[in-house]
């Protein structure tokens, strides 16, 4: 007998029924593997005051200065405040290759390439923790908690992160993050974010979903309340607390300087210091934010540009003791070793849009809706002695994670979710 033909109705009822499935599944997820934000609570683990105890086989931290010559080694324990849209992810792809090419120990997250953000962090989110594991580095996204983190480093640890200019910052987050937060979607003009600025309290609610990307971000990440009254004491409390914590505020404005000093405070070779400029997002078709935009920008993330103006004047008198010739000179050198780098490993020579990569291992991961974020497509014919470093330097975050061995089950069941929702 003939098979019949489905009746249209049929197909539609079904394919109601399957799309009713999927956001129920993904509902169930989200609420499995985000856990609520409470931007003023932070909680721990029950051994908080314990800090990590290295095995008698594990090597003692190194510290400039600490050799018999009197030649700096290079330190090997590290804490890098991932922040958001600062150029973290090329400071991350940078401290992979560092720890995978000395075999050192990561504190990864557990199903997830970040830490549950946005909540605080707790050493029980580290993949395979034990109550008192010792980790070399742990820089993967995060909403800072020091007594956390500091539990899971030998004493000495160097602690960084970046920064960014407030207005340029809000600029890359407001984009980037834009589909994820339902406080944008009633934005109907072209320019939202030229919208959001004319008038930023009409649409902003700070208890709003994932409204901790719409202002003072930095603030948010470093585990503070980015809702202070910028009048309140307590911003320059917190300010000075992460002068007190941290051995070098980077900026991203000066990136090439920034890991100058870095490369100086961690006594590492130039060829670690290495890189190509990764999670870039291609030119908007809306002009950057300039004038009075600017300025508004500024404005409504004003405890990030308190933060920010604290940083870059102690960042120029880190410069300053360095000394601006041999900064000059050090930086060409850095410069000069990229641009050697960039001819020897990029096909084309440059970034491309994400439909031109070639390799699906190259692709980086894409905000929801759209696909921004450039990458890079790797010669075909690279000489022995580079094919390793340029694979490595090139590598996006989400596969270099896997390729180190950490467990990203949910990230992964997100991204399948999401090519097969074409999302």
């Given at each position: 007998m003939?098979?019949l033909?489905k009746k249209p109705w049929e197909?539609?009822?079904k394919?109601?029924?399957?799309g009713?499935?999927?956001?129920s599944f993904?509902l169930?997820?989200?609420?499995?593997?985000?856990?609520?934000?409470?931007s003023?609570?932070?909680?721990?683990t029950?051994?908080t005051?314990a800090p990590?105890?290295?095995?008698p086989?594990e090597p003692?931290?190194a510290?400039?200065?600490?050799?018999?010559a009197?030649?700096?080694?290079?330190r090997?324990?590290i804490?890098?405040?991932?922040?958001?849209?600062t150029a973290?992810?090329?400071?991350?792809?940078?401290?992979f290759r560092?720890?995978q090419?000395h075999?050192?120990?990561?504190?990864f997250p557990?199903?997830?390439?970040d830490?549950?953000y946005?909540s605080?962090?707790a050493r029980?989110?580290?993949?395979?923790?034990?109550?008192?594991a010792?980790?070399?580095?742990?820089c993967n996204?995060?909403?800072f908690?020091?007594e956390?983190v500091r539990?899971l480093?030998?004493?000495?640890?160097?602690?960084?992160?970046?920064?960014?200019?407030?207005?340029?910052?809000?600029e890359?987050s407001?984009h980037?993050?834009?589909?994820?937060?339902p406080?944008?979607?009633?934005l109907?003009?072209r320019?939202?974010?030229?919208?959001?600025l004319?008038?930023?309290?009409r649409y902003?609610d700070?208890s709003?979903y994932?409204a901790?990307?719409?202002?003072?971000?930095?603030f948010?990440?470093l585990?503070y309340?980015?809702?202070?009254?910028?009048g309140?004491?307590?911003?320059?409390?917190h300010i000075?607390?992460?002068e007190?914590?941290f051995?070098?505020?980077?900026?991203?404005e000066?990136?090439?300087?920034?890991?100058v000093?870095?490369?100086?405070?961690?006594?590492w070779?130039l060829e670690?210091m290495l890189y190509?400029?990764?999670?870039?997002?291609r030119?908007?078709?809306?002009?950057r934010?300039?004038g009075?935009?600017?300025?508004?920008?500024?404005a409504w993330?004003l405890?990030?540009?308190r933060l920010?103006?604290?940083?870059?004047?102690?960042f120029?008198?880190?410069v300053?003791?360095?000394?601006?010739?041999?900064m000059?000179?050090e930086?060409?050198?850095?410069?000069?070793?990229n641009?050697?780098?960039r001819?020897i490993?990029?096909?084309?020579?440059?970034?491309?849009?994400a439909?031109?990569?070639?390799?699906?291992?190259?692709?980086?991961?894409q905000?929801?809706g759209?696909?921004s974020?450039l990458g890079y497509?790797?010669?075909k014919?690279?000489?022995?002695?580079?094919?390793?470093?340029?694979?490595r330097?090139?590598?996006?975050?989400?596969?270099y994670l896997?390729d180190?061995?950490?467990?990203?089950?949910?990230?992964?069941?997100?991204?399948f979710?999401?090519?097969?929702l074409?999302?």
């Amino acid at each position: 007998m003939p098979v019949l033909p489905k009746k249209p109705w049929e197909s539609k009822a079904k394919g109601l029924m399957l799309g009713a499935l999927f956001t129920s599944f993904l509902l169930l997820l989200y609420s499995y593997v985000v856990p609520p934000l409470h931007s003023n609570m932070a909680f721990t683990t029950s051994e908080t005051a314990a800090p990590c105890s290295p095995a008698p086989s594990e090597p003692g931290v190194a510290t400039p200065g600490n050799s018999s010559a009197g030649e700096c080694q290079p330190r090997r324990d590290i804490v890098f405040m991932k922040t958001h849209k600062t150029a973290s992810s090329t400071l991350l792809n940078i401290l992979f290759r560092f720890g995978q090419k000395h075999g050192l120990k990561f504190a990864f997250p557990n199903g997830r390439n970040d830490f549950h953000y946005p909540s605080f962090f707790a050493r029980s989110l580290v993949q395979d923790y034990r109550p008192g594991a010792c980790f070399n580095i742990i820089c993967n996204h995060m909403r800072f908690h020091y007594e956390e983190v500091r539990g899971l480093v030998r004493p000495g640890a160097a602690f960084i992160t970046v920064i960014r200019d407030p207005a340029r910052l809000f600029e890359s987050s407001f984009h980037y993050f834009g589909s994820v937060v339902p406080l944008t979607w009633k934005l109907s003009s072209r320019d939202k974010l030229a919208e959001f600025l004319q008038d930023p309290d009409r649409y902003y609610d700070p208890s709003g979903y994932n409204a901790h990307y719409l202002r003072n971000l930095l603030f948010f990440d470093l585990g503070y309340d980015s809702g202070l009254d910028p009048g309140s004491p307590r911003v320059q409390e917190h300010i000075l607390e992460v002068e007190s914590r941290f051995h070098l505020v980077l900026l991203q404005e000066y990136f090439d300087e920034s890991l100058v000093l870095l490369r100086e405070l961690l006594c590492w070779d130039l060829e670690d210091m290495l890189y190509f400029k990764l999670n870039a997002r291609r030119d908007s078709p809306v002009p950057r934010l300039s004038g009075e935009l600017y300025r508004r920008a500024t404005a409504w993330n004003l405890l990030d540009a308190r933060l920010y103006h604290h940083f870059n004047a102690s960042f120029w008198r880190k410069v300053e003791a360095f000394g601006h010739e041999r900064m000059v000179r050090e930086v060409a050198e850095l410069r000069q070793a990229n641009e050697r780098m960039r001819r020897i490993c990029i096909d084309g020579g440059q970034a491309v849009n994400a439909e031109a990569i070639q390799d699906s291992a190259m692709q980086p991961w894409q905000p929801l809706g759209v696909k921004s974020i450039l990458g890079y497509n790797l010669k075909k014919s690279i000489g022995p002695h580079h094919e390793q470093l340029c694979r490595r330097m090139l590598t996006p975050e989400i596969q270099y994670l896997s390729d180190l061995g950490a467990n990203l089950w949910v990230t992964k069941l997100w991204k399948f979710l999401r090519d097969f929702l074409r999302w």
